[in-house]
């Protein structure tokens, strides 16, 4: 029997890199998956998965608007009756900026969609996965928010509000079967990463150090984040809630 077999699944941000591989990763196990993402992309990876016998659809979501977590979360019930799971993955980078000359537009704007982000979903999300009797809520912070990275101040700041976040939302959900948790991955290979590379003049030598600074020799793969996930949305992790799972090829070992 399939692991997520009857359940309902929302991924945000799953038109690319970890959000994508894991909508794949969770309609394998026999979740009914909601994709949502600004970019219409998003689209072609849930036609992929249905092409692979797998259960999905795709709706357009920026997730720092209220009315789109309204109409998301909605969907997510008319289309597939229940709500079970939520992955609050969509988040940017947000590039290279010194304390010094930092930007309060730009620090806004990452605190906004990586923090306020998965706040919304909790807040739309929360009521209806209540209503199911219970799930599994999986909350994409970082290596960064468990240790700092020079130049990533607003970006530390947010995924280190999503570790604690999740460890409130945990304490206030459990007596409601909602067990919610957090995944802190290294470096990955995705298109986030790639671009926030190649924005740099340093990006081969800054890719270099960066491979060096993960004891396994390398960046991650999105499919060793997804399998992460799918471990967290299971019943396989039903006595964990308020935990942060790293995955970070040893990087925060050290
Ligand atoms: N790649 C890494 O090394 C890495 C490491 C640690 C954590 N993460 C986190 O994993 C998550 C996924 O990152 P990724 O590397 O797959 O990035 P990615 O850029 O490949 O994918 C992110 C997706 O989020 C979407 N998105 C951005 N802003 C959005 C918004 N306002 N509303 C809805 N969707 C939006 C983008 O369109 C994109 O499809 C992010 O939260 C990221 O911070 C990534």
Redesign the pocket.
Known sequence: MARLSGKVALV????????AATARRLAQEGAAVLL????IG?EEVAAGIVAQGGTALFRL????SHPDWAAAVEHAVEDFGRLDILVN?????GGNHELMDHSYDAWRQILA??LD?VFLGLRHAGPRIAQAGGGSIIN?????GKVGLAGAAAYCAS?GGVALLTKAAALEWAPLGIRVNSVH????E????A?ALAAREDGNEMKGALIAAHPLGR?GY?KEISDAILFLASDESSFMTGAELVVDGGYTAQ
């Open positions: 945000t941000g799953a038109a690319s890199g970890i959000g949502t993402d600004l970019d998003g979501h920026d997730v720092t993955n969509a988040g940017i980078a969609v990586n982000g994409i912070s970082s290596i960064l995924k991955p290294g470096f990955i995705t298109p986030m990463v671009g960046f999105p």
